[in-house]
């Protein structure tokens, strides 16, 4: 069993593959992207031995799989669970339920996720902002942001607000909405309900938007719902966030930032903030840094942005090096 689920994705689909002989093969690589076909043909090549009992259990896999995606497409997901409850469990049930919905929504919007965020937005800008926050539920988190920052100020913070707030969507009207996008996209799973949005992605999308848009939408979406906001907050780092920093992490981004960013972020942040910082650095660095802010004047409120969003960007990246990290609310939630 252990060895089975050391296997790669591509392994065990190669192992299938060959399983079933060449022609089916082959008419399964007609269905795949040249990607996909180039990663699995170099698996396929480097097969070797594969003991019975480890080629059995990938096949009992894919078996699952396939039975899975059968009777949530002929009688939906609720009707899936329950006959798959019987066979497999309430466990194993519940794990290939989730993955083939996983799979379905990959699946969904795949054009959206391939187009220019520029051309997405043309399409997405006049829609309802539900209509928006759906499709944005689905596209890349890059694109999401970028969209984000350009939409009508009255309309993100609902956008964000709905994506926040989204659960399940149903079937048809992803697919209504899908198809007025794509006439030629490939119609969705009749699968009762799939997890899109929410806060985790909602923060992911935060993460990467501008400061200037990221500060209006926190102050508009705490005035509407201070609840939100907060548990969005908890899940992203901003730069006010830097007081949460132990010393550590403090000296390592310090080391890792530009002095004038640092000089002119500081110049527009709060008391707070700077001493935080002033108190994790050597004298002489203190020095220089307080010299270097008392030398800067007339700066931009975009520059002081634009500089803070690059300081956090640095933070961002060594907590996901592992070379910091970064905790939020109590206990031990670490945030990635």
Known sequence: MAAGKELTPARKIALVMASMGAENASNIY?????????????????????????????????????LTQKVVAEGGYDYARTVLEKAFGEEAASNLLNRITKQLKTKSFDFVRKADYKNLLAIVQNEHPQTIALILSYARTDQASAILSELPKEKRV????????????????????????????ASLSTADSMEVGGINYVAEIMNNVDRATEKYIFDELSARDQKLADLIKQKMFVFEDIVKLDSQAIQEFTKQVESKDLAVALKGSTQEVAECIFANISSRARENLQADIEYLHNVRMRDVEEAQQRIVGVIRKLEQDQVITITHGSGDEIIA
């Open 30 to 66: 007609k269905h795949l992207s040249d990607s996909e076909v180039e990663e699995i043909s170099v698996e396929l090549a480097r097969l070797e031995y594969h003991s019975v009992d480890e080629v059995e259990e990938v096949l009992n896999e894919f078996y699952e799989l396939c």
């Open 158 to 185: 609902e956008v964000v607000e709905r994506i926040a707030n989204m659960d399940r969507a149903s079937p048809e009207v992803v697919k209504a909405i899908e198809e007025s996008l794509e006439k030629k996209f």
